[in-house]
């Protein structure tokens, strides 16, 4: 099938590459030329496990393009639709205005066609109300349908995502009238369906809110074991002793259940923004009053961090302060609203020196924050830091020697913002580590410290190579990604064996 993907940042790129890995054959526009020179050329423009192999196998086999110009997708048997919808300037709200803008520009080219339809197929995630506004627009032109296809993928596994995700939704005006353009969508992803993905046709509302609904439920989850983080600061609890716990209730679920400095990206904290500015607008901001308190959790953890080094090392002037990660999460480089970044940018408006290091997204971060000092090697990072703060888990990171890395510092002291160190080893090395949520000094006699060895919160517990917070192992035959960043040169030097 002919297939435009309009959009090719981090969700339409991977689409459109995953949908020329289909089979189908595939251009990808965006009005950012720099970035369809770099994606014709084979380069990916963003950190991905997998991207940068599945593109160029699209590209190599001829079924993959990219273009700036939208009268090379006319003809297109499909679009989907990957705009950005970020955080309005001046409010909570969705800012719609490349979605609205690049709808325009397609209209402007889309022929009339009778016989099969050309389905535009939005995947960004939009408030609801947004598909039936685009719907009467677009539906005006012969032989046009519109559907919304949210997308569920996570940065990191979104190769695997994008191929195998755990369910496909499609919103359509009426599901009792749109057998046409259910069966075209179909066809789109038969080889994903034939593989027994279940594929839900609900109504553009529905289909809306669900993944909306999505990001508020794991923003929830996270902010809540958070909260729970601050009452285990208050009494002495340690909070990975009841993550662990309540996860294996099966109700509750170990996943999105590790405390720490919390959610960051281009998805969550814009999501449950909008989500909170679509319920007022539509008259029922009381329901999801409750989302305000989750977003609030969330910032306080990252304030924390700061009042934890304070703590450690008194003002914060002058002092010399290592952020180990510049990236949301690992597996990725994204750095928008990076609590890492955000912590990082904090110490430095309080007059610490801070050097940050991070695997994939220094580029990113010194677009983000003016004046940040970046250095790429670990080692070199932590050389001389009076105080270490992990805020990213990459592996290289979790799998620090605290023996070799206590040699590099001026001063150990670590605060372990993921949850992800063993307080015991780190402490037997001569750190003084401190952790949200975590009791500062050894557990009291009689407690049964779990840590070492032990799989964090959202992990199972059989896992061998523990993912990434928040996320699962390589599941459903997904591909793996574990840490596929270039090796750090100091990681023998630096990590466990
Ligand atoms: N990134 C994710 O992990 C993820 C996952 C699920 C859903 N989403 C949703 O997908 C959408 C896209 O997110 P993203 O992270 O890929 O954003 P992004 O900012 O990385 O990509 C958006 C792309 O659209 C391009 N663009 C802007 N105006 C255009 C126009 N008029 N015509 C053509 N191209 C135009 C931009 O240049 C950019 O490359 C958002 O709604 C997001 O919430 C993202």
Not at 132 to 140: C, V
Not at 206 to 234: D, G, Q, R
Not at 369 to 398: C, F, K, M, N, S
């Amino acid at each position: 099938m002919k297939i435009s993907v309009i959009g090719v940042g981090y969700l339409g790129a991977v689409h459109a590459a995953g949908m020329a890995e289909l089979g189908h054959d595939v251009v990808g526009l965006d009005v950012d030329a720099r970035r369809v020179r770099q994606l014709e050329a084979g380069r990916a423009p963003f950190h991905e496990p997998g991207f940068d192999e599945t593109l160029r196998r699209g590209l190599d086999l001829g079924r993959l393009r990219f273009t700036t110009e939208y009268e090379d997708i006319a003809g297109a048997d499909v679009h989907f639709l990957g705009l950005g919808t970020p955080q309005r300037a001046d409010g909570f709200g969705a800012d719609l205005a490349s979605l609205h803008a690049a709808v325009d520009a397609l209209a402007a080219v889309l022929p009339a066609r009778d016989g099969s339809p050309t389905l535009v197929v939005g995947k960004s995630t939009v408030p609801a109300g947004t598909a039936r506004g685009l719907a009467e627009r677009l539906e005006r032109i012969e032989g046009v349908r519109l559907l919304w296809n949210p997308e569920f993928l996570r940065e990191g596994f979104a190769v695997g995502d994008t191929l195998e995700p755990d369910r496909v939704v499609y919103g359509v005006r009426d599901p009792e009238a749109a057998d046409a353009e259910i069966r075209m969508l179909d066809t789109v992803y038969a080889p994903i369906l034939d593989g027994g993905t279940p594929r839900l046709v609900m109504g553009y509302e529905a289909a809306e809110l669900v993944k909306v609904s999505a990001n508020a439920f794991l923003a929830t989850k996270i902010s809540f074991i958070n909260a729970i983080s601050e009452l285990c600061e208050a009494t002495g609890a340690d909070v990975t002793d009841v993550s662990r716990a309540l996860g294996m209730d099966d109700r509750i679920g170990s996943r999105f259940l590790r405390a720490g400095v919390g959610f960051g990206g281009g998805c969550l904290p814009k999501d449950i923004r909008a989500f909170i500015a679509s319920a007022e607008d539509l008259g029922v901001g009381q329901s999801l009053g409750f989302l305000r308190e989750v977003d609030a959790i969330n910032q306080r953890r990252r304030v924390r961090v700061v009042e934890l080094a304070r703590e450690m090392l008194g003002p914060l002037r002058g002092r010399r302060i290592t952020v180990l990660g510049a990236a949301f999460k690992p597996d990725s480089d994204d750095v928008r609203d990076s609590p890492a970044l955000e912590v990082a940018s904090r110490l430095m408006a309080a007059g610490a020196h801070v050097t940050v290091t991070d695997p994939e997204a220094l580029k990113n971060a010194r677009g983000h924050v003016e004046g940040l000092v970046t250095v790429e090697d670990t080692a070199e990072a932590l050389r001389g830091a009076e105080l270490v703060l992990l805020l990213t888990e990459w592996r290289r990171y979790r799998d620090l020697d605290p023996s070799v890395a206590a040699e590099l510092v001026a001063a150990p002291r670590i605060i372990d913002g993921r949850a992800v160190l063993d307080p015991r080893t780190w402490r037997a090395a001569g750190w003084e580590l401190r952790a949200l949520g975590r009791p500062d000094a050894p557990a009291r006699a009689g407690t049964q410290v779990e840590t070492a060895g032990q799989p964090a919160a959202d992990e199972p517990p059989a896992a061998h190579e523990p993912p990434a917070a928040h996320e699962p192992p390589a599941a459903h035959g997904r591909a793996a990604a574990a840490s596929t960043a270039g090796p750090d040169p100091a990681a023998p030097l630096l990590s466990r064996g």
